[in-house]
């Protein structure tokens, strides 16, 4: 299994990034996938989830509304866009599946939100 985060970056407050997790070494289409963050001295916490075939989706309450997880199938990658950013939205972004009852992560991408 491997996944490959990407996307990050500076931005200033109020704007926007899509992030991209693209996955190999599994059948893509069968698992949930998920986005986590963890903003330094905190612990991780999961932002968004999108099912398998991409019909159902959750997110954390403070990105309710203003981030959105999909994915495409044919393509083996899941994304994140995040629009009106906050400086609380600054994190390492993660991606996230589970299998077999293991965890598996992407190595995580840098969003930092900043004037």
């Known amino acids: 299994v491997q996944l490959v985060d990407s996307g990050g970056g500076l931005v200033q407050p109020g704007g926007s990034l899509r992030l991209s997790c693209a996955a190999s070494?599994?059948?893509?289409?069968?698992?949930?996938m998920s986005w986590y963050r963890q903003a330094p001295g905190k612990e991780r916490e999961l932002v968004a989830a999108i099912s398998s075939a991409g019909g159902s989706t959750n997110y954390a309450e403070p990105v309710k509304g203003r981030f959105t997880i999909s994915r495409d199938n044919a393509k083996n990658t899941v994304y994140l866009k995040m629009n009106s950013l906050k400086p609380e939205d600054t994190a390492v972004y993660y991606c996230?599946?589970?299998?077999?009852?293991?965890?598996?992560w992407g190595q995580g991408t840098q969003v930092t939100v900043s004037s």
């Open positions: 996230n599946t589970k299998r077999h009852g293991s965890d598996y």
């Open positions: 070494g599994f059948t893509f289409s069968s698992y949930a």
